[in-house]
């Protein structure tokens, strides 16, 4: 599918409603900067850049320093910091499918690319490079304006969604390969590189670090080391790709044929409730529903296999199933794995809390139309959260002796990508990976 009608018309919807927000706060001129390269500390080494989310969301043009100008009425202006330097691949401006929808400039150097910018009138500068926008005269980051820009950025547009669609793609052929590395036992390492090759992808253009986990490692909810050697049981993965500035978000548990059926069978069943709460997805009700009825859901399912000795309205009360389900059941996902805005109750303002006995829930929107976010439940076996239970007054309510059987297994997770629709949802990581 071309691209070029898509970033068109997506690019006049975020024009659009960086106009209304330049008329309500009061701006003619809105300057997004890209952002500054971080260098270490007593070093001349740096991270992988990485844009600000407001420039990317509107031109994916790599590297820090570029300016984008929006002015009501005007064609968008791009100045690309393109310095003399032949230290680094420094390529030509090329033609793309999205490079006609603007006004192109270049500037050697970042002060450069500031200047160029010109009289703009009453200006707002939203990003990092704070000393030089100040200078120049800008006001910079204002709330009200960012706000506003975060609220807007959660409704995808349809070249967004065809982005994070091919990521998910580019996300399940690593999965599948790292599931095969996994199936032939691997070590963690072998199996995050498999992931790589198998998503076409380089380390630093990866949306997060990938997170493998080999049997009791999964236990760790962002277990980063791959240090075991490999022949593991069970493999959660938790890993994604990026395409043009979007990411994936994709967990998936798979087992090997010398895993512990009830290990085996609390997999598949996960798999199934993960399904159930992506069919709650409805625009005008809130995300928080799909987190209230996953803890109910999993308290159910540990009741069920004979791991919590108790009724379900004591699993929930007493916040059993927060033992096991440590974590929200998602966050929106776009340009930034967990993507801005999630808390936000309107675009002028205001704060939507997650429930006092919820604090990690990073969405609690009211879904809408074009929404994308990860809905991703898991079972852990976390000691940290079991040892309180273990020796307490609450030990009757928790089957032991299956719970150690189950730990070296280190727990599940299941997570899928999902767009809201006018008629339910689109499942964007079901249609290229089954489970
Ligand atoms: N990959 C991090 C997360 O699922 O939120
Ligand atoms: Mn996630
Ligand atoms: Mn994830």
């Excluded at 690319?113 to 030089?132: L, N, S, Y």
């Excluded at 791991?307 to 059941?329: N, Q, W």
């Amino acid at each position: 599918m071309d691209l070029s009608q898509l970033f068109r018309d997506h690019l006049a919807k975020v024009t659009d409603s960086a106009a209304r927000t330049l008329s309500e706060t009061k701006y003619d001129a809105l300057v997004l900067g890209a952002g500054s390269q971080m260098v270490y500390y007593a070093d001349d080494m740096e991270p992988p850049f990485r844009s600000n989310p407001h420039f990317a969301g509107m031109a994916p043009l790599k590297g820090p320093h570029h300016a984008i100008v929006v002015k009501p009425g005007v064609k968008p202006r791009l100045i690309r910091w393109a310095p003399k330097d032949y230290w680094y691949e420094r390529a030509p401006f090329a033609q793309d499918f999205w490079t006609s929808e603007f006004d192109l400039d270049e500037a050697d150097s970042a002060d450069g690319v500031m200047a160029r910018i010109g009289p703009v009138g009453k200006a707002v500068f939203v990003g990092d490079d704070e000393t030089r926008a100040t200078a120049a005269g800008f006001t910079v980051n204002p709330p009200d304006v960012v706000k506003r820009l975060d609220w807007d950025r959660a409704t995808k547009t349809a070249y967004e969604i065809e982005c994070l669609s091919r990521a998910s793609a580019a996300g399940a052929s690593g999965h599948l390969a790292a599931k095969e590395a996994f199936l032939k036992g691997e070590s963690e390492l072998g199996i995050h590189h498999a992931f790589l090759r198998g998503a076409g992808a380089s380390e630093d253009l990866l949306p997060y670090p990938t997170i493998v986990c080999l049997d009791e490692k999964a236990a760790i909810l962002h277990y980063h080391a791959k240090r075991s050697t490999g022949s593991g049981r069970a493999l959660l993965l938790d890993a994604g790709a990026s395409h043009l500035n979007y990411g994936c978000d994709i967990t998936r548990t798979s087992v090997a044929p010398s895993a512990d059926a009830k290990f085996e069978n609390l997999v598949k069943d996960l798999d199934a409730l993960q399904l159930r709460l992506c069919a709650m997805t409805k625009a005008g009700t809130s995300y928080v529903e799909i987190h209230l009825a996953a803890h109910r859901e999993i308290g159910l399912l540990l009741i069920q296999h004979g791991v919590l000795k108790c009724s379900i309205d004591e699993a929930i009360s007493k916040r059993y199933t927060s033992v096991f389900f440590p974590h929200g059941i998602g966050h929106h996902l776009g340009i930034q794995v967990h993507d801005i805005g999630g808390h936000q109750k309107a675009r002028e303002g205001g704060v939507l809390l997650p429930p006092a006995e919820h604090p990690y829930l990073r969405n609690t929107r009211v879904m809408e139309v074009g929404h994308v976010f990860t809905i991703e439940p898991g079972i852990y076996f976390v000691q940290m959260l079991l040892e309180p239970h273990r020796a307490g007054p609450t030990s009757g309510a928790f089957n032991w002796d299956l719970i150690d059987a189950l730990a070296p297994y280190g727990g599940i997770r299941v997570e899928d990508n999902v767009v809201v629709t006018a008629s339910g949802h689109r499942n964007l990581t079901r249609e290229v990976l089954a489970n």
